[in-house]
């Protein structure tokens, strides 16, 4: 009989041992889970935060020194619209250096309703583009225009 509790009583203690093991590693996984929710809403409020429209008429893009293209920031907090934090890609090819220059009512970056401008110093031939202007936030737009 003695043999009989013994067996049992082993038996709970290993019972309880693989429950606790359970418990912890669900413990874990929900603490992992949890942190990856909260730094994935963290990085989609700071996106859409920082949104912004091109604002050209597609037939009609200005020339004054280099086609203006005019971005105007919708969202709700300024970014930096500077050469080093804005790609500017005109039909596939990166733009750097003297091909565009930025412009801005503060120097170095947009307030939130403000409109800079982007100038592209290239010669064009009549026809149709694309332009993809990136944020240093992954935020991207493109305008499909005519020269």
Excluded: C, W
Aim: aromatic share 10%; proline share 4%.
């Amino acid at each position: 009989m003695a043999s009989a509790a013994t067996s049992e009583l082993i038996f709970f203690i290993a019972t309880l041992i693989i429950s606790a093991s359970v418990v912890g590693v669900l413990g874990a996984q929900t603490f992992h889970i949890t942190s990856s929710i909260q730094e994935s809403s963290r990085n989609t409020a700071g996106a859409i935060g920082t949104s912004f429209e091109i604002i050209n008429q597609p037939d009609m893009i200005p020339y004054d020194n280099g086609y203006v293209f005019y971005i105007k920031n919708t969202g709700s907090t300024q970014f930096y619209f500077t050469n080093t934090t804005v790609s500017v890609v005109l039909n596939g090819t990166l733009l750097t250096g003297s091909e565009v220059t930025f412009s801005s009512p503060q120097p170095g970056y947009l307030a939130p309703g403000q409109v800079g401008e982007i100038t592209v110093h290239l010669s064009l031939s009549p026809g149709y583009y694309t332009l993809s202007v990136t944020l240093s936030t992954g935020n991207s737009q493109e305008l499909e225009f005519e020269v």
